[in-house]
């Protein structure tokens, strides 16, 4: 069936570091691949979307690229900020069949001043 | 904004208790979806509607989760009799009716957070 394998955590980084959350998926077709954020005691927020190969989502600083040929979907940010401090969640839907997501693990991140 | 409404936010329950989440859903979507989110995981699907019908309930547990949409818009999750393992987030989102649905992203509620003791 469908998965989602996301770099474990906890990361910590300084506020200005570079930020790589690094996310694999396996599926049938070509899902459609999406980041979600969840800050303390609040549901998930979409951060960023990719539908097809090649195809780059952008939000807030946040960007990922559709990477087919790796079934990856990696999350980077050039400069975090202590705000940016959230589980992130990468997730897929299947084209085909019910219209679900599929999440990963999710990844806690920790942005010190 | 719309957003998706859920209540309680909170509910600490004891084991073999009954206990009820309410989700109303962004005016005009269609598709409605509860998951649960157990610390530290994904958030796992445990149903879905489309309108008022069920279109998947592969992963709830029926022996003791039951969920409705009697008209369509809002829904209710419940759990009767509730366990120690049961204590999670529980999410709900909708996602609109489109062509292709695929591409929609689903929107989250706030979520009800169940303590079992």
């Known amino acids: 069936g469908d998965s989602v394998t996301q770099m474990e955590g906890p990361v910590t980084l300084s506020e200005e570091a570079f930020l790589t959350i690094n996310c694999t998926y396996t599926a049938t077709g070509y899902p459609s691949l999406f980041w979600y954020v969840q800050y303390p005691g609040e549901g998930l927020q979409l951060l960023l979307k990719?539908?097809?190969?090649?195809d780059k989502g952008s939000n807030k600083g946040f960007e990922a690229t559709y990477r087919k040929e790796t079934t990856s979907f990696h999350l980077e940010k050039g400069s975090v900020q202590v705000s940016d401090s959230a589980v992130y969640f990468c997730?897929?839907?299947?084209?085909?069949?019910?219209?679900?997501?599929?999440f990963g693990q999710g990844t806690r991140l920790t942005i010190n001043p | 904004e719309a957003e998706v409404a859920q209540s309680p936010r909170y509910k600490i329950t004891e084991k073999s208790q009954a206990v009820a989440f309410w989700c109303d859903p962004i005016?005009?979507?269609?598709?409605l979806y509860w998951y649960r989110q157990i610390l530290g995981q994904g958030p796992e699907l445990l149903v879905q509607?489309?309108?008022?019908?069920?279109?998947?309930d592969s992963q709830l547990p029926k022996d003791r989760f039951s969920a409705e949409r009697l008209k369509g818009v809002d829904s209710t999750l419940k759990i009767q009799p509730a366990e120690l393992g049961d204590s999670a987030m529980y999410l709900c989102?909708?996602?609109?009716?489109?062509?292709?649905?695929?591409?929609?992203?689903?929107?989250f509620g706030p979520g009800t957070r169940l303590t079992v003791l």
């Open positions: 509607f489309q309108d008022e019908s069920v279109v998947d």
């Open positions: 997730a897929l839907n299947a084209i085909q069949g019910a219209q679900k997501l599929v």
């Open positions: 989102a909708s996602r609109p009716r489109v062509a292709f649905e695929a591409y929609n992203e689903q929107f």
């Open positions: 005016s005009g979507h269609a598709t």
């Open positions: 990719a539908t097809k190969a090649d």
